[in-house]
C-alpha cells in the first residue's frame, strides 16, 4: 500500500489537526478555570483572591473568544462565557481596585467581544469604550505599563480615534521605542489612506510622509505604502517635486522599493533625474 496522501486525504488530515488543536484549547481553558476556582477558595487575602478571579475571567474570556471564532460554541454559550468573565473581572477589580493588571485583563476582555463584533459586522463602539476606559485606568494604577499604552492605542483605533491612537503611541514609545514607533508608522499610515479615500490628497500625503519617519508600516494592519502613495500624491496632485525625490530617498535608503514607472514620471514632471 502507498504511503502517499491525496490531496483530498491531507485537507481531511489538515481539518482534523485543527479540530483536534482547537479542542485542546477549550480543555486547557476548561482546566484554567478549575484552578482559578480552586485558588479562590485557598486565597489567604483579598490580593490572592482578586488576582484568582481575574485569571478566571481570563480563561472565561479566552474560552468565549476562541469558541466564537472556531464555531464550536453556540451564541448562547458564547454570551454566558463572556458574562461570567465580565463578572469576575470586575469583582477582581472591587478586591484589589488598587492593581493595574486587574484593570488590564478586564479591559483586554472587551476589546476582544469588539473585535468578534466587528468580524460579523455588528456595532463595536460600546465594547472599545469600555475597553478604553479599563485600559485607560490601568495606565492610572501603573504609568509604565507599556503593554496598556499599546492597546489602548489599538483601541482608539478600532474605536475610529486616530488622534486619540497617536498620543497612546506616542507616549509608548517612552517605554517601547521600537513596537511604539512601529504603532506610529502604521497609525499615520491608515490616516493617509482614510484623507485619500476622501480626496483630501495634502492631508493624505502629510500622513504618508509622516508614517515613513517612523519606519516601514506594517503592511498586514496598512497595506496601503505610504512611501509609493506619496510620492504618486506629491508628483501628480500636488507638483511638490522635492518632497517627492525626499520620499524616495528616504524610501531607498530603508530598503523600500519604488515603482519604476513612479519614478520615471517623477522624473519627467520634475525635470530631475535624482
Not at 27 to 42: G, L, P
Not at 53 to 68: I, L, N, Q
Not at 224 to 245: C, L, M, R
Request: hydrophobic share 35%.
Amino acid at each position: 500500500m502507498s504511503g502517499f496522501l491525496g490531496l483530498s486525504s491531507l485537507g481531511t488530515l489538515a481539518s482534523l489537526l485543527a479540530f483536534v488543536g482547537c479542542v485542546d484549547f477549550l480543555t486547557s481553558r476548561d482546566n484554567d478555570i478549575r484552578e482559578s476556582t480552586q485558588a479562590i477558595e485557598k486565597a489567604q487575602d483579598d490580593g490572592q483572591r482578586a488576582k484568582a478571579y481575574s485569571e478566571r475571567g481570563v480563561a472565561y474570556s479566552e474560552k468565549a473568544r476562541y469558541g466564537r471564532i472556531t464555531k464550536q460554541i453556540p451564541n448562547d454559550e458564547y454570551e454566558r462565557l463572556f458574562d461570567l468573565a465580565i463578572k469576575d473581572h470586575n469583582q477582581a477589580v472591587k478586591l484589589n481596585p488598587g492593581n493595574a493588571e486587574v484593570y488590564f485583563n478586564l479591559a483586554q476582555a472587551y476589546y476582544d467581544r469588539g473585535g468578534g463584533d466587528l468580524v460579523e459586522n455588528k456595532e463595536g463602539k460600546s465594547w472599545f469604550d469600555a475597553a478604553a476606559s479599563n485600559f485607560e485606568k490601568a495606565i492610572e494604577k501603573d504609568p509604565r505599563n507599556s503593554r496598556a499604552f499599546d492597546m489602548l492605542g489599538l483601541t482608539y483605533e478600532q474605536n475610529s480615534q486616530p488622534d486619540k491612537a497617536i498620543r497612546a503611541y506616542t507616549q509608548e514609545m517612552a517605554f517601547d521605542g521600537r513596537l511604539g514607533k512601529l504603532r506610529l508608522a502604521t497609525a499615520y499610515c491608515n490616516i493617509g489612506f482614510q484623507h485619500q479615500q476622501h480626496q483630501e490628497l495634502a492631508a493624505a500625503a502629510a500622513a504618508y510622509q509622516k508614517s515613513t519617519e517612523f519606519g516601514i508600516a506594517d503592511d498586514k494592519s496598512c497595506p496601503y505604502d505610504p512611501f509609493g502613495n506619496s510620492v504618486a500624491i506629491f508628483t501628480t496632485e500636488t507638483h511638490e517635486y522635492d518632497k517627492a525625490w525626499e520620499m524616495v530617498h528616504r524610501a531607498l535608503k530603508m530598503g523600500h522599493g519604488v515603482a519604476p514607472e513612479l519614478l520615471l514620471r517623477l522624473q519627467k514632471e520634475s525635470g530631475r533625474t535624482y
